[in-house]
């Protein structure tokens, strides 16, 4: 039984499932999922935000509970708006396989698809990472272009905020 919460998944309702990258998570025990604007009934005491602009992800985040944001940038960034009570966590520079195909709006240069931001969190916080990306479809493309973050004694750098 992991010592942390289960992650929670905030999914707009206008996300196209056929598209979202954590769909499979859904079978998975450890993950729940909600969808915005409603929340489910677990308590976000003990939870973190991945997010841009935070203070980097790291050992003292261990044993907190995740709560991911997944929509288009557009949409997360309104969605960000109702978790800002909690506390953001960045994940270090990190490259995306996921091809973007927003011709109306910029994605945000440290921006990742969902399920790759949820295995790199998982990888620095020591949770198991095997199966995460079994069925993405970018998978290998990820894992190479990121290859250093992904050894075993990979160190996150300390933050100069």
Not at 17 to 24: H, Y
Not at 112 to 124: M, N, P
């Amino acid at each position: 039984m992991p010592d942390h919460s289960p992650t929670i998944i905030v999914v707009h309702r206008r996300e196209n499932r056929s598209k979202c990258s954590v769909e499979p998570l859904r079978e998975r025990e450890e993950f729940i999922f909600w969808i915005y604007p409603d929340d489910g009934p677990e308590s976000l005491a003990g939870y973190v935000r991945l997010g841009i602009g935070g203070p980097l992800l790291s050992e003292a985040d261990r044993n907190s509970g995740l709560l991911v944001i997944d929509g288009t940038w557009r949409l997360a960034e309104r969605m960000e708006k109702k978790y800002s009570h909690l506390p953001v966590r960045s994940l270090p520079p990190c490259q995306t396989a996921y091809p973007r195909v927003s011709k109306i709006f910029d994605d945000p240069a440290a921006g990742l698809a969902t399920i790759e931001a949820i295995h790199l969190a998982y990888h620095l916080l020591g949770r198991d990472t095997a199966t995460l990306l079994d069925e993405y479809r970018w998978r290998d493309e990820f894992l190479q272009k990121n290859a250093a973050l992904f050894q075993p004694n990979f160190v996150v750098p300390i933050s100069e905020d």
